[in-house]
C-alpha cells in the first residue's frame, strides 16, 4: 500500500530533516510513529498524505508513483487518506455536520445519505448534540474527535493521524483508539503519530520510530530480536 | 455543491461586498453606452428609410425668361420626371411655403430679398427603383439650364458616417467597460484566494479537484455580479427614461431646435419633412428602442454575470495552478 524507497525531506534550500526513509506498510496494518518532539513526524506525514514531494527518493501510494501523478489525479488519491491534523484544521464557519460532511460533498454523495451518515458517526463520536454548533465554541477535545470524524467519514484505505490524542483526556483517548482499530479491523491502514508512550505501550501495534533523521520500523512482538531497519522489503514483510 | 451553500465563507469578504456595488456602476455605464450604441442605430435606419425613396429637383430661374416661358418649362421638366419609370408623383413647392421655410435663415423680410428662389421639386420614387440621376439632370438640364437632381446621399451619408462614428465610440467605451470589470472581478477573486488559502488547503487535502473549488469563486461571483447587473441596468433604464421625459417636458430649446431641424428639412422634398420627425423621435429613447433592444438590454445583467464567472473560474484555475 505504502512503500518509501530512500525518501530525503527538505523545506526549500535548507538541510534535509529527514533522509534515507525506506519502510513500507502492508495493508490493513497499524502504525504508531514515534519519535522526539520536531524529530519530524509531522513532516513524515505531510509526505503521506501528498502535501509535499520527496527531496529525493521514491514513494508509493497504492500502486502509483508520487512522482509520475499528475495534477488531477491527486484529489482521487487524497479521497483514499483520512487525516486527522494535530491542529485540526477544522473549518470555522462551517457547523460540525457541514465539516464532516466535507469529504462526501467532495466525493459527490447525495445529501440525504451524507446527513445519515454524518449524524450516525458524529452521535458515535458523542457529538450528537453539536451537529449545527460552530468548531470554535466546542471545547479541544470535542474538535479532535470533530476531526477524527472528518477523517473518518468516507473509511479512507490509509488513515494518518497526527497526535490524535493530544487534547483529549485518557478515556476519551482510549475510546478513539478504538475508533482506530475498529476501522484498522475493517481494512483501513492506520498510522498514528504520537509522542504518547503510554499510549503505544498500551497498544501492540508496530511501530515507526524517528531517530537521528531517519526512520526504524519497530515490533514490539518482536522486540527481543532487536530493532531493525526497514529498508529491507523483505525485513518489512516479516516484521 | 448547492448554489446556496458554500465551503468558503465569500460572501463575508469585504471585498465581495463592495463588488455589487462596483459591477452595477461598471453596467450602469455599459447599459447607457448600450443604449446610446442601439439608439443610434435605430435612427441611422429610419434616417436612410426615411430618405429612401424622394429626390428633390432644383430649377434655376433666369431673369431673362418671362414668366410664360418659365411656365411652359417648368410644366415640361415635370412632364419629363413623372413620365420616368420608377417616379411615382413630383410637386412644385409653392414661392410663400419656400419663403416660410427660408425664415428661420434669412429673417422675416425673406419675401422682400432681391434674390429669385429656384422652383423646388418634391419627387417621389419608388424605393426599390434604380433611376439615372445623372441621365434625369442630363434631360432636365435641356428644357432647364442648370437643374439639380438631389438624392441626398452625400448628406446622408455624412450623417450616418457622424452616427457610426458614435457607435463605434460607445462600443469602445463598453468594451472598456467590460475589461474593468474582469479586472475588478480577477482582483477580488485572488483577494479571495490569499484570504482563503487555509481552508482551500484543506479541501484540497480532503480531495477537491481545482474545478470544486473554481466553482465556489464562479457562483459567488455570478450572484454579486447579477445583483449588481440588474441594480446597474435598471438605473441606466430610469436615466434615460428621465433624460427623455426631461427632454420632452422641456419643449423649448431641444423643441424648437428639432422643429427647425425638421422645417429645414422641407426645403427639401416632402419626404425629408418626415426626417425631422424621425429626429424628434429618434432622440426619445422609449421610440428609439424595439423590442429586441429592450431584450437586448435586460439581458445585459445576466451576459455580465456570465462573464464575472468565466472570469472568476480562470482567475482561481490559473492562480491554484500556479501555487501549487
Not at chain 2, 463588488?19 to 448600450?34: E, K, N
Not at chain 2, 441606466?236 to 422645417?263: C, D, K, N, P, R
Amino acid at each position: 500500500m505504502v512503500l518509501f524507497e530512500d525518501v530525503a525531506v527538505r523545506y526549500g534550500t535548507g538541510p534535509s530533516i529527514l533522509e534515507n526513509i525506506s519502510f513500507s506498510l502492508a495493508p490493513g496494518s497499524f502504525h504508531f510513529l514515534v519519535g522526539a518532539s520536531g524529530a519530524g513526524k509531522s513532516s513524515l506525514l505531510k509526505l503521506l498524505y501528498l502535501a509535499m514531494p520527496p527531496a529525493v527518493g521514491l514513494i508509493d501510494l497504492f500502486g502509483r508513483n508520487v512522482a509520475t501523478l499528475r495534477r488531477q489525479e491527486l484529489p482521487a488519491l487524497r479521497r483514499r487518506i483520512g487525516v486527522v491534523f494535530q491542529d485540526f484544521r477544522l473549518i470555522q464557519h462551517l457547523s460540525a455536520l457541514d465539516n464532516v460532511a466535507l469529504p462526501l460533498r467532495i466525493a459527490g454523495l447525495r445529501e440525504a445519505d451524507i446527513r445519515k451518515h454524518v449524524t450516525e458517526l458524529l452521535s458515535w463520536v458523542g457529538l450528537a448534540d453539536h451537529l449545527q454548533d460552530l468548531p470554535a465554541t466546542l471545547s479541544g477535545g470535542q474538535q479532535q474527535r470533530l476531526a477524527i470524524a472528518r477523517a473518518v467519514i468516507s473509511r479512507p484505505s490509509l488513515l494518518l493521524a497526527d497526535e490524535p490524542t493530544g487534547n483529549v483526556d485518557d478515556g476519551i483517548g482510549l475510546r478513539l483508539m478504538y475508533l482506530f482499530e475498529e476501522l484498522n479491523k475493517m481494512g483501513t491502514t492506520v498510522v498514528v503519530a504520537t509522542h504518547n508512550d503510554h499510549l503505544v505501550n498500551r497498544f501492540n501495534h508496530r511501530q515507526l520510530r524517528i531517530e537521528h533523521g531517519t526512520v526504524r520500523a519497530f515490533d514490539p512482538g518482536v522486540a527481543q530480536r532487536g530493532q531493525r531497519q526497514y529498508g529491507n522489503p523483505a525485513a518489512n514483510d516479516a516484521v | 455543491m448547492s448554489w446556496r451553500r458554500s465551503d468558503l465563507p465569500l460572501r463575508a469578504d469585504p471585498a465581495t461586498r463592495f463588488l455589487p456595488w462596483i459591477l452595477g456602476f461598471l453596467v450602469y455605464l455599459s447599459a447607457l453606452m448600450i443604449g446610446c450604441g442601439l439608439m443610434i442605430e435605430q435612427m441611422a435606419e429610419r434616417w436612410q428609410a426615411g430618405l429612401a425613396g424622394n429626390l428633390t429637383v432644383e430649377l434655376p430661374i433666369d431673369p431673362a425668361i418671362d414668366a410664360k416661358t418659365r411656365g411652359e418649362r417648368l410644366n415640361a421638366a415635370i412632364d419629363l420626371i413623372t413620365a420616368t419609370p420608377g417616379i411615382s408623383s413630383a410637386s412644385v413647392l409653392e414661392q410663400a411655403e419656400l419663403e416660410r421655410l427660408l425664415r428661420p435663415w434669412l429673417g422675416d423680410n425673406v419675401d422682400q430679398l432681391d434674390v429669385a428662389l429656384p422652383t423646388m421639386i418634391a419627387v417621389t420614387t419608388d424605393p426599390k427603383a434604380i433611376i439615372d440621376l445623372a441621365d434625369l439632370q442630363l434631360r432636365l438640364s435641356a428644357i432647364v439650364a442648370g437643374s439639380q437632381v438631389d438624392n441626398h446621399g452625400n448628406w446622408v451619408d455624412d450623417a450616418l458616417h457622424f452616427l457610426r462614428t458614435l457607435q463605434a465610440l460607445a462600443a469602445f467605451l463598453v468594451v472598456l467597460v467590460v475589461a474593468a470589470a474582469a479586472a475588478t472581478v480577477i482582483f477580488v477573486t485572488r483577494t479571495g484566494l490569499a484570504v482563503h488559502q487555509p481552508v482551500i488547503e484543506i479541501l484540497h487535502l480532503v480531495g477537491a479537484q481545482d474545478r470544486y473549488i473554481a466553482r465556489q469563486f464562479q457562483v459567488q461571483s455570478f450572484r454579486v455580479s447579477l445583483i449588481g447587473g440588474v441594480i446597474g441596468t435598471l438605473l441606466a433604464v430610469l436615466t434615460m427614461g428621465g433624460l427623455t421625459l426631461a427632454l420632452s417636458h422641456q419643449g423649448t430649446a431641444f423643441a424648437g431646435a428639432s422643429q427647425g431641424i425638421a422645417e429645414q428639412a422641407r426645403i427639401l422634398p416632402a419626404a425629408t419633412d418626415r426626417l425631422g420627425r424621425f429626429l424628434v423621435q429618434s432622440l426619445s429613447f422609449g421610440s428609439g428602442l424595439t423590442p429586441w433592444h429592450w431584450v437586448a438590454m435586460a439581458a445585459l445583467p445576466l451576459v455580465i454575470a456570465c462573464l464575472a464567472m468565466l472570469t472568476a473560474r480562470w482567475t482561481v484555475l490559473r492562480s491554484i495552478h500556479r501555487a501549487m
